[in-house]
Each structure stands twice: as structure tokens, then as C-alpha cells.
């Protein structure tokens, strides 16, 4: 883990990655404690509010290029790996993921641990979408993949 300092730029993969993922695009619901203004509307307390973190993770005034992949969302001008306020795929405040730590680690080591020892492709002439199954959570559609030994 400590060598994901060092690691800008597959951290920034990792990152977008999560977001272009999106797996769990409706977040839980929540109910409004008091009244809220925001944006010029109201929220009435008692309410009950639904984050959509689409909104957010493919948001085209947050992001340069909301529907491409592109790990520059997450570095500088200089390479090194930049945190954005944007990036909510364990949702946000009170009720953020409490695992979220924990998945962050895991998907780091288990990622650059694959990618150490496996090259990845496709079958031939068979291209990969992005798109996905979305339902309580949003899955790939079916596809083969091939893990060849380094």
C-alpha cells in the first residue's frame, strides 16, 4: 500500500474506473430532518430525497469528458493524482460506504496484482462496451475476457 503514492497514474485508473463503473447508480433513500433550501426550491422536512450519483459521476460541468474513459480526470498537469469532490461512487455524508476505506485498499492491491502478472484482451474482434445492466446495482453485459500468465 505504500507504494500507491508513488502510483499517480494507476491510481487515477482505479479511480476512473469506479466512476465510469458507476455500480450503484440510485443511492439509498433519505429523509429530510428539516426544511432545505437548495437551489431555489424547497425540500420540506420529512421528505424523502433520492441522490442519483449519475448525476454527479457523469456530470459534464465536473468532468472534461463525462462518457470516455480518461484517467486525466484524476492527475495534473503534472502527472500527479488530484482528489475530486465529483468522485461519489460510495456515496457521500452521514451515510457514506463505512467500508469504503477497506475497498479502496483491496481494489488497489487486487488491481495492480492482476495487473502484474496477467496481460488483458478481449476475444478477437470483439469489442467491449461500457454500457451496462442497470437495476438496484449497474452490472457489465455478458463478455469473455482472456488472462494471459506474464
Not at 5 to 10: D, Q
Not at 40 to 60: N, R, W
Amino acid at each position: 500500500m505504500s507504494d500507491r503514492a508513488h502510483m499517480p497514474y494507476t491510481n487515477a485508473v482505479i479511480h476512473e474506473i469506479q466512476r465510469m463503473a458507476n455500480v450503484v447508480p440510485l443511492n439509498g433513500t433519505r429523509v429530510a430532518s428539516k426544511d432545505i433550501h437548495l437551489g431555489g426550491c424547497v425540500i420540506p422536512k420529512g421528505s424523502t430525497v433520492l441522490a442519483i450519483l449519475t448525476s454527479v459521476l457523469f456530470d459534464k460541468n465536473e468532468w472534461e469528458t463525462p462518457h470516455v474513459f480518461n484517467p486525466g480526470h484524476f492527475l495534473d498537469s503534472n502527472g500527479n493524482f488530484v482528489k475530486r469532490n465529483a468522485f461519489l461512487p460510495f456515496s457521500a455524508g452521514k451515510r457514506a460506504c463505512v467500508g469504503e476505506a477497506l475497498a479502496r485498499m483491496e481494489l488497489f492491491l487486487f488491481l495492480v496484482a492482476m495487473l502484474q502478472n496477467f496481460t488483458f484482451s478481449a476475444e478477437e474482434g470483439v469489442e467491449l462496451s461500457s454500457e451496462g445492466i442497470v437495476g438496484v446495482t449497474r452490472t457489465p453485459y455478458p463478455f469473455k475476457i482472456r488472462a494471459t500468465p506474464r
